[in-house]
C-alpha cells in the first residue's frame, strides 16, 4: 500500500497547473455540445433507437474507455460535434449511467488542445490505477499529422461523474520514429493496460508493417515513460491491412464470471480481438500468454478472413472493459454499429451511428470461441408479453405474431427438428457462410430451412428483415450436421440506396441434441440478432420505408422449408424507451 501511495504522489505531480489552464481556456468552444443538439433534431425521426444508445444529433462512431467506477458507468465515444459524418475534428463524447441502460450526458471529456492532439482526439483506453484511480491513454493527431499516444486523468478524482479532464502537459508519451520504424499514419488506439507480475504496465498499439497488422506492445514502471518491448505481442504472418483497436483481455476456463484485465493464473485463458481495417470487422483469437517473453500464442493460428469474429454483421471498434459491480462480476463489451444508409440520408436526418447493446462476453464451456449475450439489465425495459404455445410451423406457412410494439421488441424463439431426412448436403466448397446465406436468401426454399423471424415486416410483406437457420448434412463423418445463421437485407426497405448486405454466420452447434434457440432485439432501425445462446451473433441496420413505427410494422415468424419445425418457446415483449442523453 505504501508503495502504491508514494507511486500515485509522483504521478500526480506530473500533472502541471498550466496544462489545467491550456484546457479550460479551450472548453468554451465545445461546452453544452448535448444539450443545445438535442433542440436542433428533426421530430419526423422513424430511425432513431429507442434503447440503442446515441447522442441527440451528429456523428459517433468507436466506444472508448468504458469503465465501472464508485458505481457508476462512464462510456466514451468518438463523435463529431460538427457534423452527421466523420470528421477530422473528433472529440471524446461522455456518458454516464448506473445500470448500463439509462444514460446521462456530459461535457466532452477530451478535445483538441495540445500540440499533441490539435487535428483530433482519436480512439484510446482507461486503466484503472492502483487506488481506483482511472486514466485514459488516447491517440491524438499532432500538428505534423502524426499519430501520437496522449495521457489525460479526472481533474478532481472527488466528483463521482468525472466531468472535467486534464492532460499531461507532456504529452506526447509516444511517438512513431525512425528508430521503431512505425509509419506515423499507423499508430493508433491503445489498449487498456494491464500490470505484470514484475510491476510494468503494458499496452498493445495497432499498426501495421509492409501491409501486416501489428500489436505492438510497451512497457512502463510508471506509466508516463514507455518503452517499446523488442517483439510485438503478436504480428500477421501474411497481410491483413493495419489492424485498429486491439483489446487484449483474460477470460476464465471454467466460469462465465469475468476478471480484471491483469489477472493471470492456470485457469485462464487470453483473448486478443482486432480490428481490421480493410474489412471492416472484429476478429478474435483465443490463445495463451506467455508473460516471460510477452508474447500472444493463439490456439488455432494467425488472423485471416475466416477467424472467429464477435459479430458477423455491422459491428466495429469494440471495446471490453471488467464490471465487477458485486455480484455480477462480469466482462462488457460494447461495439459501435455504423449505418447502412447514405451520406446524404444521414445528413437529412442529422445524425449517424449508434452503439450496440452492451454484452456479457466469456469463454464457451469448450474453449474454441466465445459467448455474448445482451446485459441483464435490458430486461428492465420489457413490457406487455406474447406468449405462444408449443405449435408445429408447417412447411411454407408465415405466422403473425401480434399485440406488441414490432418497432421495438425483444423476441426470443426456440425450435425443434424432429426428422433430418431432408437435410440438404453442404457442398464442400460452401465455406463462406455470407455467401451461402446470399446465394439461399429467405426466399429460397429448402429441406431444413429457411426458418426463422421476419421483423420489421409490412403487412403485405413488400419489406421485411429475415433472420434465420438452415440445416445442412455435414460432408464428412466428423460433422454430421452444419447449421447456418443468416440475416437477410434483401427486402428490408424500398429505398434502393440502402447497403442491404445480407450476413452469415455458421453456428457450432448440434441440432439434434440442442434446441435452436434465437433472440432478436428491434429497435426501429437496428436488429440484433443472437443464435444458439449467444454463440453467434449478427447485427443489421435497415431502414424501411412502410414498417416503421408501431402501427405499421410487424412480426412473423417463417418456415420457408419443406419440412415442419416446432417452435417449442416463443415469448415477445414490447419494449420501453430508455433515457439516452
Known amino acids: 500500500m505504501a508503495v502504491s501511495c508514494i507511486w500515485l504522489m509522483f504521478f500526480f505531480s506530473l500533472f502541471g497547473h498550466g496544462v489545467l489552464e491550456l484546457v479550460e481556456a479551450f472548453h468554451h468552444v465545445y461546452l453544452n455540445v448535448h444539450q443545445t443538439a438535442q433542440y436542433s433534431t428533426s421530430g419526423n425521426q422513424p430511425y432513431r433507437t429507442s434503447y440503442h444508445f446515441q447522442p441527440p444529433k451528429n456523428w459517433m462512431n468507436d466506444p472508448n474507455g468504458p469503465m465501472l467506477r464508485l458505481g457508476i458507468y462512464h462510456l466514451f465515444y468518438q463523435y463529431n460535434p460538427k457534423a452527421a459524418v466523420w470528421g477530422s475534428n473528433v472529440i471524446w463524447g461522455h456518458s454516464t449511467s448506473t445500470d448500463l441502460v439509462n444514460w446521462t450526458p456530459h461535457d466532452p471529456a477530451i478535445y483538441p488542445s495540445q500540440q499533441s492532439d490539435?487535428?483530433?482526439?482519436?480512439?484510446?483506453?482507461?486503466?484503472?490505477?492502483?487506488?481506483g484511480h482511472p486514466v485514459i491513454l488516447y491517440t491524438g493527431i499532432d500538428t505534423e499529422n502524426r499519430q501520437v499516444q496522449n495521457l489525460a486523468a479526472p481533474k478532481n478524482f472527488s466528483d463521482p461523474f468525472l466531468r472535467e479532464w486534464v492532460k499531461f502537459k507532456h504529452n506526447p508519451l509516444l511517438t512513431p520514429n525512425s528508430k521503431n520504424k512505425i509509419n506515423a499514419?499507423?499508430?493508433?488506439?491503445?489498449?487498456?493496460?494491464?500490470?505484470?507480475?514484475d510491476g510494468n504496465w503494458r499496452v498493445i498499439i495497432g499498426s501495421q508493417k509492409k501491409e501486416r497488422g501489428l500489436a505492438i506492445l510497451f512497457k512502463s514502471n510508471d506509466f508516463v515513460h514507455w518503452e517499446e518491448a523488442e517483439k510485438p505481442l503478436y504480428s500477421a504472418n501474411k497481410d491483413t491491412g493495419m489492424w485498429e483497436c486491439p483489446d487484449f483481455y483474460p477470460v476464465l476456463i471454467k466460469s462465465a464470471l469475468g476478471i480484471d484485465t491483469s489477472s493471470n493464473g492456470p485457469d485462464v485463458r487470453y483473448v486478443l480481438k482486432v480490428s481490421f481495417f480493410r474489412t471492416p470487422h472484429d476478429y478474435y483469437m483465443i490463445g495463451t500468454y506467455n508473460p516471460d517473453k510477452d508474447i500472444f500464442i493463439p490456439d488455432n493460428g494467425p488472423f485471416k478472413d475466416s477467424s472467429l469474429r464477435y459479430d458477423y454483421g455491422k459491428f466495429y471498434a469494440s471495446k471490453t472493459f471488467f464490471d465487477n459491480k458485486y455480484p455480477l462480476h462480469r466482462r462488457i463489451l460494447w461495439g459501435w454499429v455504423n449505418e447502412?444508409?447514405?451520406?446524404?440520408?444521414?445528413?437529412k436526418k442529422g445524425w449517424s451511428g449508434v452503439q450496440a447493446i452492451p454484452r456479457s462476453i466469456w469463454l464457451d464451456k469448450s474453449g474454441k470461441q466465445l459467448v455474448q449475450w445482451p446485459i441483464k439489465?435490458?430486461?428492465?425495459?420489457?413490457?406487455?408479453?406474447?406468449?405462444l404455445p408449443y405449435q408445429v410451423l408447417s412447411g411454407g406457412s408465415v405466422l403473425e405474431v401480434s399485440g406488441l410494439t414490432a418497432a421495438q421488441a425483444d423476441v426470443v424463439i426456440s425450435f425443434e427438428i424432429s426428422d433430418f431426412i431432408k437435410a440438404e448436403v453442404l457442398d464442400?466448397?460452401?465455406?463462406?457462410?455470407?455467401?451461402i446465406c446470399s446465394r439461399k436468401d429467405a426466399s429460397v426454399k429448402g429441406g431444413?430451412?429457411?426458418f426463422g423471424l421476419l421483423v420489421l415486416a409490412s403487412e403485405g410483406l413488400q419489406e421485411y428483415t429475415a433472420v434465420f437457420y438452415r440445416i445442412f448434412k455435414g460432408h464428412n463423418k466428423y460433422v454430421k450436421y452444419?447449421?447456418?445463421?443468416?440475416?437477410?437485407?434483401?427486402?428490408?426497405?424500398?429505398?434502393?440506396?440502402n447497403d442491404k448486405t445480407t450476413y452469415g454466420a455458421f453456428v457450432d452447434v448440434d441440432p439434434v441434441q440442442e434446441k435452436l434457440s434465437l433472440r432478436s432485439l428491434i429497435d426501429h432501425s437496428i436488429v440484433e440478432s443472437f443464435g444458439a445462446e449467444g454463440k453467434a451473433c449478427i447485427t443489421a441496420r435497415v431502414y424501411p420505408t412502410l414498417a416503421i413505427n408501431d402501427a405499421e410494422a410487424h412480426l412473423y415468424v417463417f418456415n420457408n422449408g419443406t419440412e415442419n419445425?416446432?417452435?417449442t418457446r416463443l415469448s415477445a415483449w414490447s419494449m420501453k424507451k430508455a433515457q439516452i442523453n
Open 340 to 347: 447502412s444508409s447514405s451520406a446524404i440520408d444521414d445528413i
Open 377 to 387: 439489465e435490458i430486461e428492465t425495459l420489457r413490457g406487455t408479453q406474447i406468449e
Open 185 to 197: 499514419t499507423y499508430f493508433r488506439d491503445p489498449s487498456t493496460a494491464w500490470l505484470g507480475c
Open 428 to 435: 464442400p466448397s460452401w465455406t463462406n457462410p455470407q455467401v
Open 565 to 567: 419445425i416446432g417452435i
Open 482 to 497: 452444419v447449421v447456418l445463421m443468416c440475416s437477410d437485407q434483401n427486402r428490408s426497405s424500398l429505398n434502393q440506396d
Open 448 to 450: 431444413l430451412g429457411p
Open 118 to 131: 490539435i487535428n483530433g482526439c482519436w480512439s484510446g483506453s482507461t486503466t484503472i490505477l492502483p487506488g
